[in-house]
């Protein structure tokens, strides 16, 4: 499998000066899902999800470009590349879109 990005990754430091999303999200009620991470899973709560990737809330640190995989309830396990990273959020880009 080759997880691929389309567009810069952009540190969060950095105001975002314009929306570049296509898709809709969707911001669940409270859910959880799991993240695994350099061979470690653990809960974090999901704030949103679109058809290609997802926002979570994680006490881990993890770093932009690094590999994870994301356990999503009704979707099962879907891997991605961590984005950007600012106060404990996590954008991951999906490595292919939900179907």
Do not use: Y
């Amino acid at each position: 499998m080759k997880l691929r990005l389309e567009g810069a990754m952009i540190p969060r430091s950095v105001k975002r000066m314009f929306d570049q999303r296509h898709e809709e999200r969707v911001t669940p009620t409270r859910e959880t899902a799991v993240l695994t991470a350099r061979g470690k899973a653990g809960p974090v709560q999901l704030v949103n999800l679109s058809q290609s990737g997802a926002m979570v809330v994680s006490p881990d640190m993890l770093h932009i470009g690094e590999r994870v995989r994301l356990q999503l309830l009704e979707r099962g396990d879907v891997p991605g590349q961590v984005r950007w990273i600012k106060d404990g959020r996590i954008g991951i880009h999906f490595a292919s879109p939900l179907g």
